[in-house]
């Protein structure tokens, strides 16, 4: 079965722009997680999708938002960027929660400039 | 929140070599979970290992969730177990996974 796709793989952006990345899981995993590497931070948790609500939230400002469809796919939206924002943003499916087992997409690394 | 360490930071070997990554978390856990993430970021789940020990071929892992720590063996190493190796473990009640700073291993033919 095909696995997590994200996209776009590469984005490049300018600082006060916004952005938005998309993520579409596995079939039939119902919960979406976002998280943001980079080399400074390593993997920070942003947020979790259930079931079209989210469930669980990082600690990261209001500029940082998500909201997943009915079909399970998720988009999250960074608005008025920052040079800080440039990271690999990560995706990840379970069935129900990560303690089923995260499958990872290849993620998208966003380029602000 | 729960502090997870990850050791060594960085390691390098001939490809042949065994290997053993170490997590130390600083409270209980429920689920704990090993990754490889390869040099173009695809982050790969290895092993599902709240307590005990597993084993995929060359790899393994043990927990040992009373002393608060888990081992990643890697044994006869190839260049393609290169990139970076991740623990994370998740408490009871958010399901959330708190990752470590992970281990960097390069594999040299």
């Known amino acids: 079965k095909a696995g997590v796709t994200q996209t776009p793989r590469y984005l490049i952006k300018t600082r006060g722009q916004q952005v938005t990345l998309s993520c579409s899981p596995i079939?039939?995993?119902?919960?979406v997680s976002w998280y943001q590497q980079t080399p400074g931070q390593g993997l920070q948790f942003l947020f979790e999708?259930?079931?079209?609500?989210?469930?669980n939230k990082g600690n990261f400002p209001g500029r940082f938002s998500g909201r997943q469809f009915s079909n399970s796919r998720s988009e999250m939206n960074v608005s008025t960027l920052e040079l800080g924002d440039s990271a690999l943003y990560l995706c990840?499916?379970?069935?129900?929660?990560?303690?089923?087992?995260?499958?990872f997409g290849s993620g998208t690394r966003l380029t602000v400039v | 929140g729960i502090q997870v360490e990850q050791s060594p930071p960085d390691l390098i070997l001939q490809e042949g070599a065994n290997s053993t990554l170490r997590c130390n978390f600083s409270?209980?856990?429920?689920?704990l979970q090993w990754f490889h993430q390869n040099p173009w970021g695809q982050l790969i789940n290895l092993f599902y290992?709240?307590?005990g020990t597993k084993q995929n071929g060359r790899l393994s892992a043990t927990t040992v969730a009373t002393e608060r720590y888990s081992l990643l063996y890697i044994s006869s190493s190839q260049t393609t177990d290169s990139g970076v190796y991740f623990c994370?473990?998740?408490?009871?009640?958010?399901?959330?996974?708190?990752f470590g700073r992970g281990t960097s291993l390069i594999v040299h033919p």
């Open positions: 990840a499916s379970s069935l129900e929660h990560a303690a089923n087992g995260y499958t």
């Open positions: 409270d209980s856990v429920n689920n």
């Open positions: 079939s039939g995993h119902r919960s």
């Open positions: 999708y259930f079931s079209e609500t989210q469930r």
């Open positions: 994370a473990v998740e408490r009871g009640g958010s399901y959330i996974p708190t």
């Open positions: 290992i709240p307590s």
